[in-house]
Protein backbone atom coordinates (compact mmCIF):
# COMPACT_ATOMS: atom_id res chain seq x y z
CA UNK A 1 0.00 0.00 0.00
CA UNK A 2 1.16 3.17 -0.60
CA UNK A 3 0.92 6.72 0.78
CA UNK A 4 -1.14 8.49 -1.65
CA UNK A 5 -4.73 8.98 -2.57
CA UNK A 6 -3.68 10.15 -6.30
CA UNK A 7 -4.39 6.74 -8.17
CA UNK A 8 -7.59 6.03 -5.68
CA UNK A 9 -10.44 5.60 -7.54
CA UNK A 10 -13.57 7.85 -6.90
CA UNK A 11 -15.41 4.64 -5.29
CA UNK A 12 -12.39 4.55 -2.79
CA UNK A 13 -13.08 8.32 -2.30
CA UNK A 14 -16.59 7.53 -1.75
CA UNK A 15 -15.92 5.27 0.72
CA UNK A 16 -13.82 7.37 2.69
CA UNK A 17 -16.04 10.21 2.47
CA UNK A 18 -18.82 8.41 3.55
CA UNK A 19 -16.71 6.44 6.43
CA UNK A 20 -17.12 10.14 8.73
CA UNK A 21 -20.31 11.85 9.56
CA UNK A 22 -20.78 15.50 8.47
CA UNK A 23 -20.19 16.44 12.32
CA UNK A 24 -17.34 14.05 12.39
CA UNK A 25 -15.67 15.71 9.70
CA UNK A 26 -15.73 18.98 11.29
CA UNK A 27 -14.49 17.80 14.09
CA UNK A 28 -11.37 16.90 12.05
CA UNK A 29 -11.38 20.24 10.37
CA UNK A 30 -11.58 22.10 13.50
CA UNK A 31 -8.84 19.78 15.54
CA UNK A 32 -6.62 20.21 12.05
CA UNK A 33 -7.36 24.16 12.36
CA UNK A 34 -5.74 23.78 15.78
CA UNK A 35 -2.30 22.85 14.85
CA UNK A 36 -2.03 25.81 12.19
CA UNK A 37 0.05 27.57 14.61
CA UNK A 38 2.42 25.18 15.06
CA UNK A 39 5.22 25.71 12.76
CA UNK A 40 6.91 22.24 13.04
CA UNK A 41 3.56 20.66 11.65
CA UNK A 42 3.20 22.94 8.25
CA UNK A 43 4.20 20.31 6.04
CA UNK A 44 2.09 17.74 7.15
CA UNK A 45 -0.80 19.60 7.69
CA UNK A 46 -0.45 20.42 3.80
CA UNK A 47 -0.18 17.41 2.99
CA UNK A 48 -3.36 16.00 4.97
CA UNK A 49 -5.43 19.29 3.87
CA UNK A 50 -4.44 18.31 0.57
CA UNK A 51 -5.42 14.50 0.35
CA UNK A 52 -8.71 15.78 2.48
CA UNK A 53 -9.45 18.19 -0.29
CA UNK A 54 -9.14 15.61 -2.87
CA UNK A 55 -11.63 13.14 -1.17
CA UNK A 56 -13.63 16.03 -1.38
CA UNK A 57 -13.12 17.29 -4.83
CA UNK A 58 -13.42 14.12 -6.62
CA UNK A 59 -16.49 12.83 -4.07
CA UNK A 60 -20.10 13.84 -3.82
CA UNK A 61 -22.30 14.04 -0.70
CA UNK A 62 -24.01 11.17 -1.50
CA UNK A 63 -24.50 7.49 -0.31
CA UNK A 64 -21.86 5.04 -2.11
CA UNK A 65 -21.57 4.75 -5.63
CA UNK A 66 -22.33 1.74 -7.56
Not at 11 to 17: D, S
Amino acid sequence: MTNSITNATVKELQIIRNFFTDAQWDVIDMALNEFQDHDEYVDVLDTVGAKLQTVFDKTRDEPFLS
